[in-house]
């Protein structure tokens, strides 16, 4: 049982390039969340998936596409990066839609130059 | 949306004294406040968490309480110990409407020492 896993660990990028930061979970989790973690700011909510099918803006969805692929995998996408999405990006899992522990992956370190 | 502020954003205590950290939010529709530990370069990891139909929770030499009238809970580590130094984070859990999402604080940084 892997848990949440993410990939890749680290990923520099340059501006205006493209990438998909990949998430799976084997614990047949319905929701599924994307946040990012930057110095002094919490973890902010990208987008999340409260169900298979279903996709939600979070907190700073700007910039971010995401894909809820089948239950295990959710996928999030930077179309034109730009330095202002330099983060630490987790990804997490919860059991339920409702209120319930998250589950998070190990994360992936992105740099924008 | 829902705010939640934390405080303190460090503290340092000495090991076995007890440490406190406060968080206040803003939305009374909240129901679920999780605390979350994450240690340098590490994932977070939930430590505890209470139900708003729940005054206080105990779990070993942490403790968590909630005053819902105030709209703010507290995390309570007795007896630290160096392996305690981590950043923890608060959150709360709003489900109105469709939406069903945690917010976080943004962090107490909290160190140890032996």
């Known amino acids: 049982n892997a848990g949440v896993t993410q990939t890749p660990k680290f990923q520099v990028l340059k501006t205006g390039q493209s990438m998909t930061l990949q998430c799976a979970q084997d614990?047949?989790?319905?929701?599924m969340y994307w946040y990012r973690q930057d110095p002094g700011m919490g973890l902010r909510l990208i987008y999340y998936?409260?169900?298979?099918?279903?996709?939600d803006k979070g907190e700073v969805p700007n910039g971010y596409n995401v894909s809820r692929l089948n239950k295990r995998e959710f996928s999030l996408r930077l179309e034109s990066a730009a330095p202002s999405q330099t983060s630490v990006y987790f990804c997490?899992?919860?059991?339920?839609?409702?209120?319930?522990?998250?589950?998070f992956g190990p994360g992936t370190r992105l740099t924008v130059l | 949306g829902e705010n939640v502020e934390q405080h303190p954003s460090t503290l340092s205590v000495q090991e076995g004294d007890s440490a406190v950290i406060k968080c206040t939010y803003s939305d009374s529709a909240s129901n679920y406040f999780p605390w979350y530990k994450q240690e340098l370069g590490k994932r977070p990891q939930l430590i505890i968490d209470?139900?708003?139909?729940?005054g206080e929770k105990k779990d070993q030499r942490i403790a968590v309480t909630l005053n819902k009238t105030a709209k703010h809970f507290s995390l309570h580590i007795t007896e630290t110990q160096p392996e305690d130094s981590a950043v923890y984070f608060c959150?709360?859990?709003?489900?109105?409407?469709?939406?069903?999402?945690?917010?976080f604080g943004k962090g107490t940084l909290l160190t140890v020492n032996p």
């Open positions: 997490a899992s919860s059991p339920r839609t409702g209120p319930d522990t998250q589950y």
């Open positions: 209470i139900r708003s139909n729940v």
């Open positions: 959150a709360a859990f709003n489900s109105g409407g469709s939406n069903y999402k945690l917010t």
């Open positions: 998936s409260a169900s298979e099918g279903t996709t």
């Open positions: 614990m047949n989790h319905n929701s």
